[in-house]
Every structure is written in structure tokens, then in C-alpha cells.
Antibody
Framework: QVQLVQSGAEVKKPGASVKVSCKAS????????IHWVRQAPGQGLEWMAW????????NYSEKFQGRVTITRDTSASTAYMELTSLTSEDTAIYYC?????????????WGQGTLVTVSS | QSALTQPASVSGSPGQPITISCTGT?????????VSWYQQDPGKAPKLIIH???FRPSGVSSRFSGSKSGNTASLTISGLQAEDESDYYC??????????FGTGTKVTVL
């Protein structure tokens, strides 16, 4: 069965960076894209970026452009999201999600979420 | 890219139909048939209930249906049930090769 398993919770200080991993299993990794979505406490869902797991092409929300980098390691079937220059407003649960076969459509398979807390 | 606009809350009695709107622009909803809807319960990951405007993934109740007209997409829940009380989000692909979520709608079953 399709599974996306994310790395554990992180606590970071303002100005630091965080890197979250998303290990995929149960399907051919390069056939789909991985999307990253975050949700601040009590807030709505916010789309951040996506990566074509086959060729590594990325696209970022304008809001995060320059601060977020999405990468993947096809040999490990793992995608990564790195966010820099953290502020308290980046405190959120970060999710990875697999696309449908149409890569620009986020699908039904999501990771369990990674809580990133930014606090001095 | 601004968030798509959804009503903050919608309510209905059991058995009634409700519709949630999701308004965007000609650069997102109006440009492609790549609109999806998610249901999210507190503390859980979102669950896909509609993709490509009006397609239901396997296992999703037929009480959920989607549609689109111009720059506005809609999710209809026919025969509202207590278990449908949740948060709902639309999401659309955009002309800049990015995606954007809606602001979210809390559905209350009276």
C-alpha cells in the first residue's frame, strides 16, 4: 500500500532552517510528484511547492520563493523540504502528499505531518 | 497568488443538501479542470473527496459531488449526515504551474 512517512517533530530558533523528509513506499517513486502543504495552528491549508520526482523539476508558491527548497533522492524514494530564515509564523504542521497520475493534482496519499515549532 | 474564496461556515440539518462555493479567477479555477476538494477533521490529514472538478476517489460517498462554472467551483453534499461535520477545502492548479487552496469552510450539522 502507498505510504508516506515523514521525519519527526522539530523545534527551531528564529533565523534557523529546517529540513523535513518524506519517505515514499508502495509505488514507483518517479511516476508521481510530491507536494508540500502546511497548516499553522488553527489555520487553513497552505500549498507550498511541488517536485516532479522523475526529473526533479520544482515549482514554488510565490510566498515561499527564495526561502524553500524541495529536493528528492530517487534511490531512497524520499523527498525533502527545507525552509530557511524561520520565524514564529512558520510554526505549523508540514505535510507531504503524493500527486495523482496527473502530477499537478494533489492526491489522496498524505504523510502523517511534521510539526515544526519556531520559538526562541 | 491569493487564496481561493470560500464561505467561512455553512450549516444544514440532517438530510438537507448543502453547497460550498470556491471562487477564484481566470488564472486558476477558470483556466483548468484541476479543482479538488478535501475534507479535514481536527488533528488529521486532509482526505481527498473530489478531484478534477467532479470525480470521486474510490470509497468516497456518492453524497459528495463537485461542479464548476466559470471561475467558481462548488461542492455539494446531498443528504447531510452528522459525520459530514468537518472542515472543507478546495484547491486549484494555476497558470503559474503552482496550486492554491481555498480559505476553508466549516460545515456544521444542526
Amino acid at each position: 500500500q502507498v505510504q508516506l512517512v515523514q521525519s519527526g517533530a522539530e523545534v527551531k530558533k528564529p533565523g534557523a532552517s529546517v529540513k523535513v523528509s518524506c519517505k515514499a513506499s508502495g509505488y514507483p517513486f518517479i511516476t508521481y510528484a510530491i507536494h508540500w502543504v502546511r497548516q499553522a495552528p488553527g489555520q487553513g491549508l497552505e500549498w507550498m511547492a511541488w517536485i516532479n520526482a522523475d526529473n526533479g523539476d520544482t515549482n514554488y508558491s510565490e510566498k515561499f520563493q527564495g526561502r524553500v527548497t524541495i529536493t528528492r533522492d530517487t534511490s531512497a524514494s524520499t523527498a525533502y523540504m527545507e525552509l530557511t530564515s524561520l520565524t514564529s509564523e512558520d510554526t505549523a504542521i508540514y505535510y507531504c502528499a503524493r500527486s495523482r497520475i496527473t502530477m499537478v493534482v494533489v492526491g489522496q496519499h498524505w504523510g502523517q505531518g511534521t510539526l515544526v515549532t519556531v520559538s526562541s | 497568488q491569493s487564496a481561493l474564496t470560500q464561505p467561512a461556515s455553512v450549516s444544514g440539518s440532517p438530510g438537507q443538501p448543502i453547497t460550498i462555493s470556491c471562487t477564484g479567477t481566470s488564472s486558476d479555477i477558470g483556466a483548468y479542470d484541476y479543482v479538488s476538494w478535501y475534507q479535514q477533521d481536527p488533528g488529521k490529514a486532509p482526505k481527498l473527496i473530489i478531484h478534477d472538478v467532479n470525480f470521486r476517489p474510490s470509497g468516497v460517498s456518492s453524497r459528495f459531488s463537485g461542479s464548476k462554472s466559470g471561475n467558481t467551483a462548488s461542492l455539494t453534499i446531498s443528504g447531510l449526515q452528522a459525520e459530514d461535520e468537518s472542515d472543507y477545502y478546495c484547491i486549484s492548479y494555476t497558470t503559474t504551474n503552482t496550486l492554491v487552496f481555498g480559505t476553508g469552510t466549516k460545515v456544521t450539522v444542526l
